[in-house]
């Protein structure tokens, strides 16, 4: 086994501390990789407080991580030592089913393995990106292009495709109305990847308070879902609208906004349910759907996309130490828009 550090918690509301956690030794197939970057997702708070299931501590977050292989199994052919790659929100599946032969890892019929708080085919409970180095096989791993740093390339691990699978499966392109609900860390890559396909693109937010900023990225409408107006004026209007928000909102009202036949996409993942009214669908043919990552294949795509269209995340970097800060930021709504941890400063206090 490997040592490394880490950064973990203990509780459900505990703080982080450092500590040593064990990584596997290599396999033939694995990849060990020294982790430089992690992003922060709000996923990583709701799984650490046990809000999606219960949770098994201590608990390493992490599942938007950039670094460089540092060392390979012997029969590893993807990749070479001093490579830069990434790890996303999975580092396995069965590999066997319908949707693992299509490249839909994301959707593996047995559940794919986690980043973090999954156990793995070793037995081994998995632990994330707030450390210092990762064990994982070549399958799993992407190539991050020359042209997107290690630092902003993290968030595109899961941010990034969070949103971009959506947005190509339902078919943003030109001539398309999308609407992005929420301008945070989903929803400002949300805004710049439609905004590179082609579509017109809606930012729906609480307040105009970031109207500026989503403008900025990309976006050619800004309105604040806090005025009832809006709901009035935009009604049938959207082809696609990408829900990125991880609280409850009025689905129902949403829906009055989509088009005949459009789609409302979930990729916010809110603990409580979400009502919805079957006649806010029924009249005009709307569709209400989720919408997970993406599998490795389109993760690559959406790397090579993002490189080819210059789309970076905007992102604070910060210590190790203050991780905890950060999460209390990420609640209040007060990051520009992904924190990302600088991992070379895991071992500071």
């Known amino acids: 086994m490997i040592n490394v550090n880490a950064r973990a918690v203990f509780s459900p509301e505990g703080s982080f501390k450092l ?29 650490a407080r046990g809000e999606w299931g219960p949770t098994q501590y201590p608990f390493v977050p992490g599942h938007e991580i950039a670094g460089i292989v540092a060392r390979i199994g012997p029969e590893v052919t993807k990749y070479a030592v001093g490579d830069r790659v990434g790890v996303g929100c999975m580092v396995d599946s069965c590999r066997e ?95 710049k990847l439609a905004h590179a396909m082609g579509a017109k693109v809606t930012v729906l937010s609480q307040t105009l308070k970031k109207k500026e900023d989503g403008l900025q990225l990309g976006a050619d409408e800004y309105y604040a879902t806090g005025d009832p107006e809006t709901f009035r004026k935009l009604a049938n209007s959207f082809d696609l609208i990408i829900n990125t928000v991880s609280a409850a909102i009025d689905l129902n009202a949403y829906l009055s906004l989509l088009a005949v036949d459009g789609t409302l996409v979930n990729v916010g993942a809110p603990a409580e349910p979400l009502p919805i009214q079957v006649f806010s669908l029924i009249p005009q043919r709307k569709s209400f759907a989720g919408s997970a990552i993406g599998g490795i294949r389109e993760t690559q795509e959406m790397l090579d996309f993002c490189a080819e269209h210059h789309i970076t995340p905007e992102i604070e970097i910060i210590s190790a130490s203050r991780i905890d800060e950060a999460w209390a930021r990420v609640l209040a709504s007060d990051v520009r828009y992904r924190f990302v941890i600088d991992i070379s400063t895991m071992n500071n206090e």
């Open 19 to 47: 500590t040593s956690i064990k990584r596997r030794d290599l396999q033939p197939h694995d990849i060990l990789i020294e982790i430089k970057y992690s992003g922060i997702c709000h996923s990583d708070i709701h799984a």
């Open 97 to 191: 089913c319908d949707s693992c032969r299509k490249g839909e890892e994301q959707y593996c019929h047995n559940g794919h393995t986690g980043t973090y708080g999954s156990v793995d085919k070793y037995g081994q409970f998995t632990q994330g990106g707030y450390s210092t180095h990762i064990v994982v096989t070549e399958d799993f791993v992407v190539r991050i292009p020359d042209e997107i740093g290690l630092d902003v390339a993290a968030p595109l691990l899961c941010a990034g495709i969070t949103t971009y699978s959506p947005l190509r499966h339902w078919g943003a392109a030109p001539g398309k109305k999308v609407a992005i609900v929420g301008l945070g860390g989903l929803g400002h890559m949300a805004v």
